[in-house]
Each structure stands twice: as structure tokens, then as C-alpha cells.
């Protein structure tokens, strides 16, 4: 079991589950308010596209590299490769604390000579881990929302995740040509914290990293939301 991220996820819902297909049918006419309320032009999910789909490292995975993107947003050095202990970083709990605007003692004495965030992840970071979209839109922020209406309660960018997951995909040396389905990046993820190269040692960071950057992809090319579920 793990989380699961999909493009063109109503468009199956239509083809193999009508009755679940109008449950998103509901989502997605609410986000349509939510992005006329933020001044943001409307999102038309097509009815018919490719359909997508990867799993992410469990349901731990995406905090491995939320770890790693708050630790280079708070311009401090990267840290070892994750462990099942990285959704309880203190630094990525001082970056939502941040966002949330709570004056936390922690981000002061972790951050004496940085002591404000530059909120450079926010699309990756501000997002629920379990289920929620990002829409194939360019908008700065992320929006957030009554999570009864709209699942994870916040709306991310596609184009803005992308752009903060291929500064990731620098900084840890991920080769351009791994994808979802590739070897090596199993390999790596499954030998965590060993190997030559730097993305090989980060070997979770670097297959979320990928999947969502795939996703991201996707999700620009079809017109289609990206999906956790």
C-alpha cells in the first residue's frame, strides 16, 4: 500500500466507474469556485486522455524530499539521506509552522543565522500527503480550502511543483533519463543511503522526485489533474 498519483483519473472514472466519476464531478465544480474566488481562470478536467499512473515509496516517501527541499530553502547544508524518521524533521515542522504563520522557538534556534524561510517549496511541501490535486495552472500560491469539499484541502500548481522538483533534481544529480519504471531508480530506492553517485545515496528522495516530476509532465501535457489517492 502507498500513495498513489494519477493523470487522467476522472477520465477512467468515466470509462470504468461512472458512479465515482460524479463524486469527482463534485470536486471538481468546487474547485471551480475556488479558483474564481482567487481571480484564476477555470479548469476544464478532460473526459478523455491518457491515463497515468505510478506509486509512490509508501505513503513515507514524499516526506523524504519534503526533508531535503526544507533543509536547502532554509539555505542550511543538505542533510544525510532519510530515514523512516523524515516526516518528524524538525526543520520541514518549522517550515509549516512558517507557512502557518506560528512563532516557533524551534525555527529560531535552528535557523539563528537564517531565521525566515524563503517558502521556495511551497507546491511540495504545503500539499496533503495522502490525497488532494494539483491543477496544470500556473498560480504562485497554493490555495487552500474546506477539506469536506476538496480532498487534502489544498490546490497546488503543476507548472510550480515542476519547477521546484527539477531544482531537487539538480542539486542531487538525478540523470535526466530515469522515469518512473526505470531499474536503477528501484534499485536505488530499495538501497537506501548506498551507492557512488548522490542521487543513487538519496535513493527515496530521488524516486518521489521522479515520479512527481513525471506526473507534472503528464499532468501539462493532457490538461489533466494530478490526483492523490
Keep these: 500500500m502507498g500513495l498513489d498519483v494519477s493523470i487522467g483519473f476522472v477520465a477512467d472514472l468515466r470509462a ?6 460524479e463524486e469527482f464531478d463534485e470536486y471538481f465544480s468546487f474547485l471551480g469556485l475556488l479558483l474564481k474566488e482567487a481571480g484564476l481562470p477555470q ?9 497515468w499512473g505510478a506509486q509512490m515509496f509508501g505513503y513515507s516517501g514524499l516526506h523524504y524530499l519534503r526533508r531535503i ?15 523512516d524518521n523524515s516526516s518528524d524533521d524538525p526543520l520541514l515542522a518549522a517550515y509549516f509552522d512558517h507557512v502557518l504563520g506560528k512563532k516557533s522557538g524551534l525555527v529560531q534556534r ?15 511541501i504545503v500539499h496533503s500527503d495522502a490525497e488532494g ?8 500560491h497554493v490555495l487552500f480550502a474546506d477539506d469536506k469539499k476538496l480532498p487534502g484541502g489544498m490546490l497546488g500548481s503543476a507548472p510550480r511543483l515542476l519547477a ?9 544529480g538525478v540523470p535526466e533519463s530515469l522515469h518512473s519504471q526505470s531499474d536503477e531508480l528501484w534499485e536505488a530506492a530499495d538501497s537506501q543511503g548506498e551507492g557512488d553517485a548522490r ?12 515520479v512527481l516530476r ?11 489533474a494530478i490526483v492523490f489517492s
Excluded at 43 to 51: A, L, Q, R
Design 199 to 210: 542521487w543513487e545515496r538519496y535513493g527515496i528522495e530521488s524516486y518521489t522526485c521522479v
Design 16 to 21: 470504468n466507474d461512472p458512479e465515482g466519476a
Design 133 to 140: 490535486f494539483y491543477l496544470p495552472q500556473d498560480f504562485p
Design 110 to 124: 535552528l535557523l539563528k543565522r537564517h531565521p525566515r524561510f524563503a517558502r521556495s517549496f511551497d507546491h511540495l
Design 43 to 51: 479548469h476544464e478536467e478532460p473526459i478523455d486522455c491518457e491515463v
Design 164 to 172: 521546484e522538483l527539477e531544482r531537487l533534481a539538480s542539486m542531487l
Design 214 to 224: 513525471e506526473a507534472c509532465r503528464k499532468s501539462m501535457a493532457t490538461g489533466s
Design 69 to 83: 527541499a526544507a533543509h536547502l530553502d532554509a539555505r542550511l547544508p543538505l542533510p544525510q539521506p532519510g530515514d
